[in-house]
C-alpha cells in the first residue's frame, strides 16, 4: 500500500523557518523524483519544488527560489522541505507528490 505523509507544519512568524517531511511507504523511494506542491486558499495547486531520484537535480518555483531546499534521504525513504525566510504568501497546505500518488498535506500558516 502505497503512503505519503507529511508531517512539520505549522505556525510560524514571518521571517521564520519550518521544516516539513514526507515519509514514503509502499514502493521503491529511491526510484523516482519527488515534489513538493502547495495549495493556498481560493487558488490553484503550484508546484513548489522537485527532487530528482538520486538528490542530484533540484528544481523550484520562481516564488521559494533561495528561500527553499528540497533534499531525500533514500534510506530512511523521506523527503523534506526546508522553508526560511517564510512569508505570510507562504501560507498554504503543503503536499508530497510522486506522480498520481499524493499525501494528505501539512498546513503552513505564516503570520505575525
Known amino acids: 500500500q502505497v503512503q505519503l505523509v507529511e508531517s512539520g507544519g505549522g505556525l510560524v512568524q514571518p521571517g521564520g523557518s519550518l521544516r516539513l517531511s514526507c515519509a514514503a511507504s509502499?514502493?521503491?523511494?529511491?526510484?523516482?523524483?519527488m515534489s513538493w506542491y502547495r495549495q493556498a486558499p481560493g487558488k490553484e495547486r503550484e508546484l513548489v519544488a522537485i527532487?530528482?531520484?538520486?538528490?542530484?537535480?533540484?528544481k523550484y518555483g520562481d516564488s521559494v527560489k533561495g528561500r527553499f531546499t528540497i533534499s531525500r534521504d533514500n534510506v530512511k525513504n523521506t523527503m523534506y522541505l526546508q522553508m526560511n525566510s517564510l512569508k505570510p504568501e507562504d501560507t498554504a497546505v503543503y503536499y508530497c507528490?510522486?506522480?498520481?500518488?499524493w499525501g494528505q498535506g501539512t498546513q503552513v500558516f505564516v503570520s505575525s
Open positions: 507528490n510522486q506522480g498520481s500518488r
Open positions: 527532487i530528482s531520484s538520486t538528490g542530484g537535480s533540484t
Open positions: 509502499g514502493f521503491t523511494f529511491s526510484s523516482y523524483a
